[in-house]
T-cell receptor, first 114, second 111 residues
Framework: KAGVTQTPRYLIKTRGQQVTLSCSPI?????VSWYQQTPGQGLQFLFE???????NKGNFPGRFSGRQFSNSRSEMNVSTLELGDSALYLC?????????????FGQGTRLTVV | QKEVEQDPGPLSVPEGAIVSLNCTYS??????FMWYRQYSRKGPELLMY????GNKEDGRFTAQVDKSSKYISLFIRDSQPSDSATYLC???????????FGGGTRVLVKP
């Protein structure tokens, strides 16, 4: 059974640019959550999508956005990149909405903003 | 004060020892508890998931939840060098749709 797939694995972007990250959840899973991981702040919740609807959003600026498609695949977008956006972005897949089920993480996309 | 507190370590133990990890939390609304293991430059891997007080065992891993004290623990028996990683606790509210993570404890198991 395939796990959670995130693409790309690594990205280098320049300040002011925008970036789109992709997450394919485990087959049959309908909930996708996104997290940002940095050495200073640890893992912080960005947003959760279930059946194409955003169900919850963390305390991040509006530059961070996301969406979910009918096949449950999800994308997140960061516009007007800042140096502080450099982080590991993790996607978690779960069968139904959290927390009523386990959440499985992908390998992450490591974004470096220069 | 953070919602979930976790000692960052590092925690260094000899091979074969019991590793004891813990987290404390402040919000009594938290009802779901998870432990993840994360190797360097990898995504977190789910080890344990529980939603009740008491113990849950899976192989060499035992998770304990004490809701009255707002304290959760993970024990790793017969530790191996391959257990060297960062261990993260994650907690969720019943009505929430997100996980709140501790900062992680780095564990080193020396051969």
């Amino acid at each position: 059974k395939a796990g959670v797939t995130q693409t790309p694995r690594y990205l280098i972007k320049t300040r002011g640019q925008q970036v789109t990250l992709s997450c394919s959840p485990i087959s049959g899973h309908r909930s996708v959550s996104w997290y940002q991981q940095t050495p200073g702040q640890g893992l912080q919740f960005l947003f959760e999508y279930f059946s194409e609807t955003q169900r919850n959003k963390g305390n991040f600026p509006g530059r961070f956005s996301g969406r979910q498609f009918s096949n449950s695949r999800s994308e997140m977008n960061v516009s007007t990149l800042e140096l502080g956006d450099s982080a590991l972005y993790l996607c978690a897949s779960s069968l139904v909405q959290l927390p009523n089920t386990e959440a499985f993480f992908g390998q992450g996309t490591r974004l470096t903003v220069v | 004060q953070k919602e979930v507190e976790q000692d960052p370590g590092p925690l260094s133990v000899p091979e074969g020892a019991i590793v004891s990890l813990n987290c404390t939390y402040s919000n009594s609304a938290f009802q779901y508890f998870m432990w993840y293991r994360q190797y360097s430059r990898k995504g977190p891997e789910l080890l344990m998931y529980t939603y009740s007080s008491g113990n849950k065992e899976d192989g060499r891993f035992t998770a304990q939840v004490d809701k009255s004290s707002k304290y959760i623990s993970l024990f790793i028996r017969d530790s191996q060098p391959s257990d060297s990683a960062t261990y993260l606790c994650a907690i969720a509210q019943a009505a929430g749709n997100k996980l709140t993570f501790g900062g992680g404890t780095r564990v080193l198991v020396k051969p």
